[in-house]
């Protein structure tokens, strides 16, 4: 059974840094994409961040650029969100998402294969 855990999340100031993990397991992701979109109370799903299988290709939302960075971890169904400069428009609920599509296509569209739980991200300002 396929299963995707987050872990990291939490209440931070405005300024401070997060970062969030993901586990992928009880499935084969070679070739999968992983990544992250997030949900704010009231508001529709958007992308966030999302890294190729081999880690050399990563892809961000603007609204994040230069303040989050994603990583792959050494085991390839792991990955990384690195959250600085945190403002409390980044207060939602993230979610790591797993699929093979190419994760420069991603966007709020995006049918995604599989999804965690969610892990929720509070920036008190």
């Known amino acids: 059974q396929v299963q995707v855990v987050e872990s990291g999340g939490g209440l931070v100031q405005a300024g401070g840094s997060l970062r969030l993990s993901c586990a992928a397991s009880?499935?084969?992701?070679?070739?999968?994409?992983m990544g992250w979109f997030r949900q704010a109370p009231g508001k529709e799903r958007e992308f966030v961040a999302a890294?190729?299988?081999?880690?050399?290709?990563?892809y961000y939302a603007d609204s994040v650029k230069a303040r989050f960075t994603i990583s792959r971890g050494n085991a390839k169904n792991t990955v990384h969100l690195q959250m600085n400069s945190l403002k409390p428009e980044d207060t939602a609920v993230y979610y790591c998402?797993?699929?093979?599509?190419?994760?420069?296509?991603?966007?709020?569209?995006?049918?995604?294969?599989?999804w965690g739980q969610g892990t929720p991200v509070t920036v008190s300002s």
């Open positions: 998402a797993v699929d093979q599509k190419d994760g420069s296509s991603w966007s709020a569209r995006t049918y995604i294969e599989i």
């Open positions: 009880g499935g084969t992701f070679t070739r999968y994409h």
């Open positions: 890294i190729s299988w081999s880690g050399d290709n990563t």
